[in-house]
């Protein structure tokens, strides 16, 4: 499965994102899928985790009530919609799917290059 994050980009504090992932090879939709972010040197992080059918999300408490996933299995396409964003969310985030072991860790078969989301002050 190749994965082709985006929809990234510069936003003030308080503003909103929508990042898309979308399965440019192999289906998305047989899989759970989960959204990471990396700040400079800083390890990378669970941000949000969905199953295969869209019927269950986890969050990680600095984004939950903030961020949501979402997932369009029809169009191969998993989504995280991103509000009252702040300076701290300032990462690249990363698509991931495939999950080799608890879906919080960082380890997952298949990931997508990155999108890099900036929040000002």
């Known amino acids: 499965v190749q994965l082709q994050a985006s929809g990234g980009g510069l936003v003030q504090a308080g503003g909103c994102l929508r990042l898309?992932?979308?399965?440019?090879?192999?289906?998305?939709?047989?899989?759970?899928m989960a959204w990471f972010r990396q700040a400079p040197g800083k390890e990378r992080e669970f941000v949000a985790y969905i199953t295969w059918s869209g019927s269950d999300t986890y969050y990680a408490d600095s984004v939950k009530g903030r961020f949501t996933i979402s997932r369009d299995n029809t169009n191969n396409t998993g989504f995280l919609q991103m509000h009252s964003l702040k300076p701290g969310d300032t990462a690249v985030y990363f698509c991931a799917t495939g999950v080799r072991g608890h879906w919080a860790s960082p380890n997952y078969y298949w990931w997508g290059q990155g999108t890099q989301v900036t929040v000002s002050s």
């Open positions: 898309s992932c979308a399965a440019s090879s192999g289906t998305l939709r047989n899989f759970n």
